[in-house]
């Protein structure tokens, strides 16, 4: 599978997560793209961590307002119906469990729920930004990620290496290959990819893996 | 009721060695025209507490590139690779702090309180060396506040009295990092009469701004 | 989207024995429709938790003299006797907070704090029970977060997203509380259709309301 | 002396005290009164705890606003360049230092500072509203107090005795009598009452009281 694919897979599965009504942050990167793929008849709401709720599409080309962007600092639009608040605000909705779901990626995640997904130490230290804060605070926390590194390996361990993002806090994993929810010391296969078998996921999984009695097919047609 | 000075009048008054607060999120909301003549002048040894360091050759970068910081507290350094090389190689001290926390602790410093207890970042190196309280079986990290000898804000409109408006995100950080410096400076688009700003509409009350001047507009 | 619903619709949200938060400073943005109905109805065992309470047959004043309420948590009784009377004859618990502290309380609750650190009460009796934390010599004390199962507020003007605006000095506690309780029913003068409201003028996002009622505008 | 002499006095001492350009919180009753005696030329912010900036004075009859109030619930008016806010962000503004000078009265105020203002235990517990945290917030605490209590009792004590405000934040009390400073363990007297001797003060003030070597008159004036 290529990147591009396995991006289109993941996005479009967490897509189905969302329910009408649901507030949902997005991470950056291939959380974004998931916005493209909600269902018809499913209203989100969208919430920037930098400072607003109801962040609609992108702009039309020469449309873009530099007073106006996502937290990835790209240039949005609010929908009619939005709200502009200042970062303390922000965080107090994040924070205070006022975020339905929030959509993020990472370096690692494991059978606990422990995310790390902000550093590689003494290699990448881009910074938290407000990840801590939407992983403690969302009521929902889905994971969007490749099942394993560019070099194969797994990303979906039995406990992270990487320092943590938080602890105990991730309820859903998202890969090209399955849905997996967690069962502290397990992540329970729920769906997977139609072309590979269990054994072939486990291959690839450090994670202790148990697979769901109702275990069915992901959806991975576009 | 705030002195209107020029851009390089206004930025005389950061010292180096000075702790200075900075507004916006990535180039949003950001005071560039304070941020490119303080790099300009060549100020040297600056605390900069900031959500970001903007991108290399804008905004707060000008800062980084220009050898002007020696420490920063931060969410995120991700977007300027000269803060990580920096970082690395020992010439810049930086602090992390999730985004949350950073704003709540110079909420804090603004509002007169020592601190907050944040579930955020428990379990993580973001705890390391700071007080854990318990509280109803939940875990905490105690926060504590952050003040600034200097603020450099920006916002869309003011009045004379120094109340200012915000324009969409570029609110972000600005309007709590100025109730949390000795002297706050506010970048603006536009000064209007005492008047013209609905007292309800108000986001940062003038009491709060000691310097106004005028940047470019955004939204033209 | 919030429901919109009747007074008395509204009102059968809240149970005997729910802890309540109610908006309002005196008879100033209090939600006196909902109060009005809730003290008729005749709820019982509240534990209210309000700036005040208000005067004597009036918003708050309503139901303490309903005998609707066991608990109270306020910075302010000296408007209504009834309540000082019943707090003296053993009938009324009060909790007595400092205003400042009142109102982080219940922002701590709306925004996942555990509490902060305030100056304020230290060396009175506000601070008998509570823990003191001394940071750089200053010595504060630990309050701890207020949530709510209901909030009852007041706003001026919704949309039906439930974006609420508020007028002159009629916001007070409203914003806070609206954040910090399970069921959030706000009683508004006008409710207009979305895209009405100005998304830079929202004072309290729509997603934090669960009922819409329509009170008595106070403005003619 | 009639009450409404002392309060006259007292706040119109009170407002010498203000200088341009000052944020200033003016408690109920007597520190209200304040307001009418602020010198020509002085332009002060008057702060509501209740919510705004730029408190204006009383609306014509009939033009009350029930959206308008000051802290003690009256309406009054909001000039140009005021500013609304929700309790929160006022405290922020009191709490954070951002009050220049407090205003306010006591049951009784002591020698090293401390200020009872609250309660008086069995008998009538109004509450502390925004007292506690105006005075320890404010960057000046002027207290206006008449000197006694109705029965004649000091109110200007060695150490108060009924339960505290706060702790060592009282800068000056002016009373019908004078002005006092404070000296840990000590009010010093600044200015006196024209027609009373420094021993007649003294023998109404508990506190240890020692007179400024620039003791003058007070205006008592209208």
Known sequence: MNDELKRMIIARRIA???????????????????????PPGINIILQSENGFLGLGPDPAPGEEDPDLVNAGGKPVTVLPGGAFFDSADSFAIIRGGHV???????????????????????KMVPGMGGAMDLVVGAKRVIVGTSHTTKNGEPKLLKECRLPL?????????????????????????????????????????????????????????? | MPKVLSVPE???QVMDGSTVMIGGFLSCGAPHEL???????????????????????????LLISADAVTNLITSHIGTNPETGRRMIAGQLNVELVPQGTLVERIRCGGAGLGGVLTPTGVG??????????????????????LRADVA???????????????RKSARNFNPIMA??????????????????????????????????????????
Not at chain 1, 101 to 116: C, F, H, K, P, Q
């Open chain 2, 10 to 12: 206004a930025v005389r």
């Open chain 2, 35 to 61: 941020l490119a003549e303080l790099a300009h002048r060549g100020v040297r040894n600056l605390t900069v507490i900031a959500n970001d360091t903007g991108v290399q050759g804008d905004g707060i970068g």
């Open chain 2, 179 to 220: 109730m949390a410096a000795d002297l706050v400076i506010a970048e603006v688009e536009e000064i209007v009469e005492v008047g013209e700003i609905d007292p309800d509409q108000v986001v940062t009350p003038g009491i709060f701004i000691d310097v106004l001047t005028r940047g470019v507009k955004t939204d033209e």
């Open chain 1, 16 to 38: 189905e997560e969302l329910s009408d009504g649901d507030v949902v942050n997005l991470g950056i990167g291939l959380p974004t793209m998931v916005a493209r793929y909600i």
């Open chain 1, 165 to 222: 993002t938080a602890v105990c806090e991730v309820d859903l994993v998202v890969t090209e290959l399955g849905v997996f929810s967690i069962k502290p010391g397990t992540m329970i296969l729920l769906e997977k990819h139609p072309n590979y078998t269990v054994d072939e996921i486990r291959a690839v999984t450090e994670a202790p893996l148990k697979v769901s009695p109702q275990l069915k097919d992901m959806v991975v047609q576009a």
């Open chain 2, 152 to 166: 450099l804000i920006k916002a869309w409109k003011a009045d004379r009295r120094g109340n200012l408006v915000y």
């Open chain 1, 100 to 122: 339905d779901v929030t959509i993020l990626g990472a370096l690692e995640v494991d059978s606990w729920g422990n995310l790390a997904s902000w550093m590689v130490p003494g």
């Open chain 2, 124 to 145: 993580t190196i973001v705890a390391e060396g700071k007080e854990e309280i318990t509280l109803n079986g939940r875990t905490y990290l105690l926060e504590t506040a």
